[in-house]
Nanobody, 119 residues
């Protein structure tokens, strides 16, 4: 099994910034792609950004130019730098990872971290 633990959420004013982190832990595992999703009340969970092990990233149109996803493979950690935050970015943000544990591939989710953008 792989555990994903997010941190860095909170309350921020419009135009502000936050940096989310997600650390993976477990035994005998290797992480492949990692991603951030978000879910606002009454909405479906949506992809925010995804990054390959090699560092190639793609973003939802709604966050392009404002959010940056990055990762540290040595620390099994993925980050999401969020700038120029808007009230519509308010959501629970979830970390997601594809990982192989011994010989079995799986997809894993974190527990989520709340981001609230409000004045």
């Amino acid at each position: 099994q792989v555990q994903l633990v997010e941190s860095g959420g909170g309350l921020v004013q419009p135009g502000g910034s936050l940096r989310l982190s997600c650390a993976a832990s477990g035994s005998d595992f290797s992480i492949d792609g990692m991603a951030w999703y978000r879910q606002a009340p009454g909405n479906q969970r949506e992809l925010v950004a995804r990054i390959t092990r090699g560092g190639s990233a793609n973003y939802a149109d709604s966050v392009k130019g404002r959010f940056t996803i990055s990762r540290d493979n040595a620390k099994n950690t993925v980050y999401l730098q969020m700038n120029s935050l808007k009230p519509e970015d308010t959501a629970v943000y979830y970390c997601n990872a594809d990982a192989i544990v011994t010989t079995i591939w799986g997809n894993y989710w974190g527990q989520g971290t709340q981001v609230t953008v409000s004045s």
